[in-house]
């Protein structure tokens, strides 16, 4: 018998607008919403403060923190840990690794966030968040989830690659196809009537395999 309760596993999924709460982080108590205006957001989980993989994921993001306030973005993490604990452990950090947690960690001891975020997946484990990443813009449109299992890293380079690919999609109305990375050509939205089919097929720079399959570069 099923014993999973929605309302308390709740999973956004992408195009929702971002659950709003309050919560204490190592940064003090903040509101979402307003940590969230006008600014991309990438909102992550970890299962649990002072454990290897979390600690080389947590370091690996506070070295990233200055590219992603460059790319319009805040960082923010999760664990279901108290506020003690998060403190002890970014200072471990600084000690042992030199790098220092800049960004907020909530403190999410009684799960409220996690169960919000659908970052609490009980097949997992119960106690412990997942390795949740959320990409969220800035009118706080949830726009690409990933979720990885306690026991596997994350890759920071995707993380990366795949904010620059939303941003560069919202920009510029296009797709990105497999393995895009930045500079590569793009994919242009189908033709939405014989007018821009005619257009498509006397523009040199378009890169035609097909009317439905056409990519360009992109001016910078
Ligand atoms: C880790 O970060 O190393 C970890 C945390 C929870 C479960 C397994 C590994």
Redesign the pocket.
Known sequence: METLNQNQYSMPRIGDTAPDFEALTTQGPIKFSEFAKDSWVILFS???DF???????LSGFAMEEDWFRQHNTKLIGLSIDSIHSHIAWVDNVRKNLGVLMRFPIIADIDMKVAKLYGMLQPGE?ET?AVRAVFFIDPNRTIRLIMYYP??V?RNMDEIKRTLIALQTASKHGVSLPLNWREGDKVILPPPKSLEDLEKRLSDDSVEKVDFYLAKKELKV
Do not use: R
């Open positions: 970890h299962p649990a454990t290897p993989v979390c600690t080389t994921e484990s412990a306690l026991n890293g």
